[in-house]
């Protein structure tokens, strides 16, 4: 017989989405009663019950890690058993009042789902699955109820008391404690609900709604951190304005409370009423957050306040709809931030993002659809193909029905499934109702996984030009036979001779495997710019004629698509550079010469437009991957455009100095270009980028110079950085999110001694297994730098292995994150592929592994 040490791990079971069943039970009203304390809380539950259609089934409540201490059906004694984890009662009426009572330690919670402690805090993380970890019930999104929360704890160690909606009721009790309840009005899934108990000081605001209401504002802190939250305060109150005349979506509640919390999982969660955050997408200080950090917090506060509508009032009818959500808030996230910002830096930050996460991922074992067909654990389905790919698929509804169109069928969405748990086809059904368009063929987007890719040829003759248009999508997990999708593309020519637009822009809908479109009056030879905007997330190559890309890459006069010429330029000599050709730089540097010289062009376009393809996006377009002849061929090139450009660099740093008590984007520009100059200049010269370097460190008055600094000072390494890292640490030690910034700066050094710095790291005493920001910082910055993982000894890939299996003991969600980039083991040359995949293997044969890592692991060794 085979012992459970040495049995092969069992995958446990997938759920289907072609399962969904309705309820059996429905449960319109609950009343929750919480005795609270970090050792041990005690949890009475009144779910009134009422059976969904005939049928003679069991009441059945999802547990995880509880225990009934007792059931009882209308006050009496109840007839019931546990199926697995499950509470199963019997019930003979439609119709009853379950209570139940339950004990929990949230301060032996190191999963952070459910009820825990952090930071002297009680709260709460529900989704996906969390409730269950609460107490018994049916924790599924489509059943939908009335909550009313009383809370009671000692008074001086948890003041504060909240929980979603608004608060109804107070008072003292004996011993020191004392009491709250509230109610929300809204009928909400359980992974919604939310409280927490604790020390916390309160940045409060009022707000008026479009129709006059007043709501109270709250951001609860520690008393210490509150100096940092007005920032986030200004971003919701933007956020609120916006998606009033944006969406004409209106805040619901009288009270709308953030809390910060120092160990949480994810970003943040828009519970109803009472959003929790990880607090670094709250505190912000110039002293401590940077320019991106800033960005950030508008951007997440954004989102969970978005959530309100999208997620809450319209919630998602099973977890295979996450993207119905997700995807749509991350679209209302990114027009946020492109109207608070610049539009055309946001759009390639979008793309650079989903290029850095989602591609590998579609290409990757774990590629899935934004809607997918089955999962084993729903807590590796939050991931950039739901959120990112998403929010594209949104993007090109909008593209497609054009900015009124697509609003009227957010209106008629809202409009008619406010309080219901819907379905991704029910939100393309409201955009095809309100618009009339047919998007039958558009919906392959929800199903079929997999990066598209688009083969362009522009043919010009005497009267015209005709584009010639192929598109394929690669098989993926489970899906080899693909259906052409609806793509569609922005598309301009460019005259040769002119610079200028012949004719205005078109809207190109791609729907055959290929496509053949004609430009009439192109009277001179034209250079073709394609998915402009980025209107489709594919993978577009084009035929380029000689001088073509150059051009582009200095006149085409869309943003997206002249960063996306530069980048199409740079990738075409890194590639030949990569696969041994010579170090060819003349064409980038003239292109980053006449970019930076440019007066029309903002700073921050510029920093984009004139940083390399990351190491991980050229990975991406070679095969097999050679992490070091990647690296080598990069490094090559940084120097020889360092050098070629020393004066235009020096040039445009000097003239980027930023007003340090500006927040505004030229001066997050300016910073910007200095980060990326600073880098060149210290390739090319690794001296002169010391010198600059250290002057910027020591005269930094904001982050985003500090942290710049200490990039260009990691990529040279030596005294220097030495220096920079202790007087970073000793003037930031006791604060957690830039103690972060400390450990992922060293993680992310590009360099052979990296892993060196990493194990030194791990024993660090700030060090803490338990804390995600922490681990984060440390695990999941060295995984994804390239050059510094992936050493031929694999060494790299064996410290990741281990720290996953250490991680998964402590908080499994988190630890499955970081299998991904072993996960490409395939992708790689021989050497290193063996090596991760026998990583792999080793994690997969620890004994009692979480669902969580296992799905990933075995997903990745299929
Ligand atoms: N729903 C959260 C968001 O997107 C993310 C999240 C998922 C947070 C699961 C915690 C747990 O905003
Ligand atoms: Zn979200």
Redesign the pocket.
């Known amino acids: 017989m085979l012992d459970a040490r040495t049995a092969p791990p069992v995958v446990p079971q997938e759920i289907r989405r072609e399962d969904y069943r309705a309820p059996d039970w429905l449960v319109p009203a609950i009343e929750l009663d919480f005795d609270l304390a970090a050792e041990k809380t005690l949890v009475t539950a009144r779910l009134s019950v009422e059976r969904n259609g005939e049928h003679d089934r069991p009441l059945r409540l999802d547990g995880d890690e509880i225990v009934p201490l007792a059931v009882l059906v209308d006050g009496a004694e109840a007839r019931w058993t546990m199926d697995g984890a499950t509470l199963v009662v019997e019930l003979s009426e439609n119709a009853a009042v379950v209570e139940t009572r339950v004990a929990l330690a949230p301060d032996r919670n190191s999963k952070l789902m459910g009820l825990y402690a952090s930071g002297g805090l009680l709260c709460t993380?529900c989704?996906?699955e969390g409730f269950r970890r609460i107490t018994f019930f049916p924790d599924r999104p489509d059943v939908l109820s009335r909550y009313r929360v009383r809370m009671s704890a000692d008074k001086a160690r948890f003041p504060v008391l909240l929980a979603n909606g608004n608060p109804v009721e107070t008072g003292d009790g004996e011993d020191g404690s004392h009491w709250a309840v509230w109610e929300d009005p809204f009928p909400k899934p359980s992974y919604l609900f939310a409280l927490v108990a604790g020390d916390l000081a309160v940045n409060s605001d009022p707000f008026t709604t479009m129709s006059g209401r007043s709501v109270e504002l709250g951001i609860w802190v520690r008393e210490g951190d509150l100096p940092r939250t007005d920032h986030a305060m200004e971003s919701l109150k933007q956020s609120m304005r916006w998606d009033e005349e944006t969406y004409g979506r209106e805040y619901d509640l009288d009270r709308f409370n953030i809390v910060a919390v120092d160990d949480?999982?994810?970003?943040?969660?828009?519970n109803k009423g009472l959003n929790i955050f990880n607090s670094r997408y709250i505190l912000a200080a110039p002293e401590t957050a940077s320019d991106a950090d800033y960005d950030a917090i508008a951007t997440v506060v954004a989102?969970?306040y978005f959530?309100n509508w999208s997620?809450d009032r319209v919630t998602c009818r099973d977890w295979f709809q996450l993207s119905l959500k997700?995807g749509f808030?991350v679209f209302r996230d990114q027009g946020f931030s492109a109207a608070i910002g610049s539009a055309a830096v946001e759009r390639i930050e979008q793309v650079k993002s989903l290029r850095a996460g989602q591609f590998p991922e579609d290409a990757g074992p774990l590629a899935h659809p934004v809607r997918p067909d089955s999962y084993i654990e729903i807590?590796n389905f939050?991931t950039a193909t739901v959120?990112n790919k998403g929010a594209e698929l949104i993007r090109m509804m909008h593209t497609i029905l054009g900015p009124e169109a697509f609003r009227a069928g957010s209106d008629l969405y809202f409009e008619r499934h406010d309080g219901q748990a819907v379905t991704c086809e029910d939100f393309v059904r409201a955009m095809e109702d309100a618009s009339g368009a047919d998007l039958r063929q558009f919906r392959l987007w929800y199903s079929q996984a997999g990066t598209p890719r688009v083969l362009a040829r522009l043919e010009q003759d005497g009267a015209g030009a005709t584009l010639h248009l192929a598109q394929t999508v690669p098989a993926t997990p489970g899906q080899t036979d693909k259906k052409p999708m609806l793509i569609p593309l922005r598309v301009a020519l460019i005259g040769e001779r002119s610079g200028a637009e012949l004719a205005t822009e078109r809207l190109i809908l791609l729907d055959g495997e290929q496509s053949s479109v004609r430009f009439d009056d192109v009277g001179e030879p034209a250079f073709l710019s394609i998915n402009r905007g980025f209107s489709a997330p594919v993978i577009v190559t084009a035929e380029r004629r000689a001088g073509e890309i150059e051009a582009l890459a200095v006149s085409d006069q869309d943003p997206f698509a002249r960063f996306e010429a530069m980048q199409e330029l740079m990738s075409r000599d890194l590639l030949a550079a990569i696969y041994g050709g010579a170090v060819e730089t003349g064409a980038t540097v003239a292109a980053i010469r006449s970019t930076l010289a440019s007066n029309a062009l903002d700073p921050a376009f510029k920093a984009l437009a004139i940083s390399l393809p990351t190491e991980a996006e050229l990975a991406e377009k070679v095969d097999p991957v050679d992490p070091a002849a990647i690296h080598a061929a990069r490094e090559a090139f940084r120097v020889a455009i360092g050098e070629a450009l020393a004066d235009d660099l020096e040039a445009a740093y000097a003239g980027a100095a930023a007003d340090p008590d500006s927040l505004d984007s030229l001066a997050k520009g300016q910073r910007r270009l200095r980060a990326a100059t600073l880098g060149l200049i210290a390739a090319g010269n690794p001296e002169r980028g010391t010198e600059l370097a250290r002057r910027q460190f020591a005269e930094a008055r904001t982050m985003s110079d500090r942290q710049a600094a200490m990039m260009a000072l990691g990529t040279v390494g030596g005294d220097a950085w030495d220096e920079a890292l202790d007087a970073f640490y000793r003037r930031f030690a006791g604060d957690p999110l830039v103690i972060d910034k400390w450990f992922s700066l060293q993680a992310s050094a590009p360099r052979a001694e990296t892993l060196d710095a990493v194990e030194a790291l791990e024993k660090h005493p700030d060090f803490n297994l338990a804390n995600p920001n922490r681990v984060r910082s440390l695990a999941g910055a060295y995984a994804m730098s390239p050059f510094a993982f992936h050493r031929a000894d694999g060494r790299g890939y064996d410290w990741l292995a281990r720290m996953i299996v250490a991680v998964d003991r402590v908080n499994p969600q988190t630890a499955a994150r970081f299998v991904a980039p072993l996960g490409r083991w395939k992708r790689y040359e021989p050497v290193r592929s063996e090596k991760m995949r026998a990583a792999l293997e080793r994690i997969m044969a620890e004994p009692s592994l979480s669902k969580d890592v296992l799905e990933q692991v075995s997903k990745s060794l299929a």
């Open positions: 993380q989704e996906a949480f999982n994810f970003g943040a969660m828009e989102h969970e959530h997620g997700e808030t807590s939050y959120y």
